[in-house]
């Protein structure tokens, strides 16, 4: 079962503009990352923020969680056309046993 | 230090054979997951396996097994295969529970 909702579920931008994605839980948590996926291959890992955490920034990326509201965004600064790619958002429902519950992913396309 | 390797990268099947899928996890990583992504349900979590020991499983049915070895090498097997087990199954390991996950390129399973 899902976890995460993305949103928007695609995304349509030129290079250099800002991109901004969205993601609603619904569980406590104790971390929610967001990965990146390039179309047939495996998931890469951008940014992991803690539930104490309000605010992370990696390079170009900024994640934002608030926990009150239970929904996280990833900004991505400046987009080039090689941020082309699916985005999900991931959850551990607070367990500590190894699993994380993926969202259906924002799919950004950056047009060069 | 080489990342998750995968094998196959491709496979094609007839419903009602076996298959057996392998991954070597990132050196040190002795947690190993595996998931399942299709464009009808997503990223859905099959089993996550510490140590040699089987920790979580999702909801599949028992056609869907795995193990892991003791150099944390995982394989998961599908019996009886159904055309619905056509995916791109992925293997992730980690450090820690539940945080950074480094997945594999994964392997596309085709049912005919």
């Known amino acids: 079962s899902q976890q995460g909702e993305e949103d928007p579920q695609a995304l349509s931008i030129q290079e250099g503009e800002n991109a901004t994605m969205n993601c609603s839980y619904k569980?406590?948590?104790?971390?929610l990352q967001w990965y990146r996926q390039n179309s047939g291959r495996g998931l890469v890992h951008l940014i992991l923020?803690?539930?104490?955490?309000r605010e992370k920034h990696s390079g170009r990326l900024r994640v934002t969680l608030d926990t009150s509201k239970k929904s996280s965004s990833l900004l991505i600064t400046a987009s080039r056309a090689a941020d082309t790619a699916s985005y999900f958002c991931?959850?551990?429902?607070?367990?500590?046993?190894?699993?994380?519950?993926f969202g259906r992913g924002t799919q950004l396309t950056v047009w060069p | 230090k080489a990342g998750v390797t995968q094998t196959p990268r491709y496979l094609i099947k007839t419903r009602g054979q076996q298959v057996t899928l392998s991954c070597s996890p990132i050196s040190g990583h002795r947690s190993v997951s595996w998931y399942q992504q299709t464009p009808g349900q997503g990223l859905q979590f099959l089993f996550e396996y510490f140590s040699e020991t089987q920790r979580n499983k999702g909801n599949f049915p028992g056609r869907f097994s795995g193990r892991q070895f003791s150099n944390s090498r995982s394989e998961m097997n599908v019996s009886t295969l159904e055309l619905g087990d056509s995916a791109l199954y992925l293997c992730?390991?980690?450090?820690?529970?539940?945080?950074?996950?480094?997945f594999g390129s994964g392997t596309q399973l085709s049912v005919l």
């Open positions: 923020i803690r539930s104490n955490e």
């Open positions: 992730a390991s980690s450090l820690q529970v539940n945080e950074k996950l480094f």
């Open positions: 991931a959850t551990d429902r607070g367990s500590t046993l190894g699993r994380l519950y």
């Open positions: 569980t406590s948590i104790n971390n």
